[in-house]
T-cell receptor, first 116, second 113 residues
Framework: NAGVTQTPKFRILKIGQSMTLQCAQD?????MYWYRQDPGMGLKLIYY???????DKGEVPNGYNVSRSTTEDFPLRLELAAPSQTSVYFC???????????????FGPGTRLTVL | KNQVEQSPQSLIILEGKNCTLQ??????????LRWYKQDTGRGPVSLTI?????NTKSNGRYTATLDADTKQSSLHITASQLSDSASYIC????????????FGKGTKLSVIP
């Protein structure tokens, strides 16, 4: 059971380039999330998904896109990378049963992205 | 303004000692308050989750408390170990029933021999 996996671990992009950050989970979780963590700041939610085919914006969605075609995978797409997107990106997943709000989020190891 | 404020920003303690980390939050209600541990270069790991009606939750040497009247939570670490060196993050849900989380900036704890 690998949990939540993310690739790549590190990436350097030039301004204007695009890339996809991969995230996969093998725990059959219904909810998946993308966060960014800037130095000295709290994590901020970019996008989330409550199930395959359903995604919604979080707190800081501008400049990003997501899709969720399967339960396991939740890729994050950066279009036209900007220096402001330099950050550490974390994917997380959880199983939320109907009516429950105390689901534990399991985080991946993160992707460190630098945009120059 | 972040709805979750943590103190101190950083803390150094001797191995074997106890410590308490503080979290103040604004905006109620919420459905639950969480504490996470984040080792350097790793993703956060959940320590405790307390609902609005709970006032204490333990996980081994970690004990979290919640005072809804004063809007404060604390994380007490007993008999600290070198492996406790990490950032500890206080997190609250954005509202009752919400699955969106508001993260504090964390307290960086260093345990030295």
């Amino acid at each position: 059971n690998a949990g939540v996996t993310q690739t790549p671990k590190f990436r350097i992009l030039k301004i204007g380039q695009s890339m996809t950050l991969q995230c996969a989970q093998d725990m059959n979780h219904n909810y998946m999330y993308w966060y960014r963590q800037d130095p000295g700041m709290g994590l901020k939610l970019i996008y989330y998904s409550v199930g395959a085919g359903i995604t919604d914006k979080g707190e800081v969605p501008n400049g990003y896109n997501v899709s969720r075609s399967t339960t396991e995978d939740f890729p994050l797409r950066l279009e036209l990378a900007a220096p402001s997107q330099t950050s550490v990106y974390f994917c997380a997943s959880s199983y939320r049963a109907s009516g429950r709000v105390t689901d534990t989020q399991y985080f991946g190891p993160g992707t460190r992205l630098t945009v120059l | 303004k972040n709805q979750v404020e943590q103190s101190p920003q950083s803390l150094i303690i001797l191995e074997g000692k106890n410590c308490t980390l503080q979290c103040n939050y604004t905006v109620s209600p919420f459905s639950n308050l969480r504490w996470y541990k984040q080792d350097t270069g790793r993703g956060p790991v959940s320590l405790t989750i307390m609902t609005f009606s709970e006032n204490t939750k333990s996980n081994g040497r970690y004990t979290a408390t919640l005072d809804a009247d004063t809007k404060q939570s604390s994380l007490h670490i007993t008999a600290s170990q070198l492996s406790d060196s990490a950032s500890y993050i206080c997190v609250k849900t954005r509202g009752a029933g919400s699955y969106q989380l508001t993260f504090g900036k964390g307290t960086k704890l260093s345990v030295i021999p």
